[in-house]
């Protein structure tokens, strides 16, 4: 039997050490539910911890000739998209006949909505399913922030898709640098939200909820940012929600990715029926500096060998 593509998960880079335990922790909770597929992870841009480099070293020592890359990134963040197919390019130089194909970003995902609703229930102690609970909620959702308007606008889909049918009083939007709104003015916004909704039972109270997929120095600026400003508003209510982390759904979300890069590219699905049946249904993304066009629309694929 023909062994499948390798996953390569790619994290864009950190310097902090829980990061790089969290996407430890994402490739052993994938190596254990899809044992046939060999994975590996790294990070890609600036990182002193785990280079993507090691990672698809690792996976060559394997035997993988064929690799599925899969950002792990929320939105087309700058330049991040175009840095990985760069990296992917250079190891292909490192190892003739490698074959590999870049994945699409996650998204706001359902499911990864489904992990920022029940961070919402952590940071409100489990009373947050109680319509007058939610009524009285104002969520602000922070992104990482990014020069590129489309990457931004990504975050404030994933704000409209959390707030619908969940019953909070509002999901408003800010960034911890490069865009607009930062976390100060976005919880003005919130404020007002929460000091309007109808039939609060208790004083405003406002949830700083960071969409980010790990912690690292970003959500340590986020908290010194929503704190000086809670301290500056004794009146309103402020809680700090958790990160995503590599949570089961993450997992499944990242399976996904991979399997529509395999399918979106004849090199990696050769030999695999399954792959070929997908690709007739219509699934398969991958990305290229040369071939991205508006966010949501990167077709085509990376290939090299």
């Known amino acids: 039997m023909t062994t499948p593509p390798a996953l390569l998960i790619a994290g864009h880079g950190t310097r902090d050490a829980s990061g790089a335990e969290a996407l430890r922790a994402l490739v052993r909770a994938l190596d254990e539910r899809h044992p046939d597929v060999p994975v590996a992870g790294g990070f890609f841009g600036s990182s002193p911890v785990r280079p993507l480099d090691d990672a698809v070293e690792e996976l060559v020592e394997r035997g993988a000739t064929r690799i599925a890359a899969v950002p792990l990134l929320l939105d087309p963040s700058g330049q991040a998209p175009d840095a990985l197919p760069v990296s992917l390019a250079r190891a292909a130089e490192r190892h003739p006949g490698l074959d590999y194909a870049c994945g699409a970003e996650l998204g706001p995902h ?53 707030w619908e049918g969940r019953g909070f009083a509002g999901v408003e939007t800010a960034f911890v640098s490069h865009a607009a709104p930062d976390v100060p003015a976005g919880l003005d916004r919130c404020s007002v939200l929460a000091a309007a909704a109808p039939g609060r039972g208790g004083p405003p ?101």
């Open 205 to 305: 109270r406002i949830v700083v909820l960071p969409y980010f997929l790990f912690r690292g120095d970003l959500l340590a600026r986020l908290r010194m940012q929503s704190e000086g400003w809670a301290a500056a508003h004794p009146g309103i209510e402020v809680l700090g929600a958790g990160v995503i982390g590599p949570e089961p759904e993450l997992a499944d979300v990242v399976m996904e990715r991979y399997r529509e890069a395999v399918a979106g590219d004849p090199l990696l699905r050769d030999g695999h029926p399954d792959c070929a049946v997908a690709a007739e249904d219509g699934l398969g993304t991958a990305c290229a500096p040369e071939q991205a066009g508006p966010a949501g629309e990167r077709g085509g694929h990376v290939s090299a060998g």
């Open 110 to 162: 359902p499911k990864l909505l489904a992990v920022l609703e029940r961070r919402l229930d952590e940071a409100l102690g489990g009373g947050a399913r109680r319509p007058e609970d939610r009524a009285r909620t104002t969520v602000l959702l922070v992104g990482r922030g990014a020069p590129d308007p489309h990457a931004n606008a990504e975050v404030a889909r994933a704000a409209r898709l959390l």
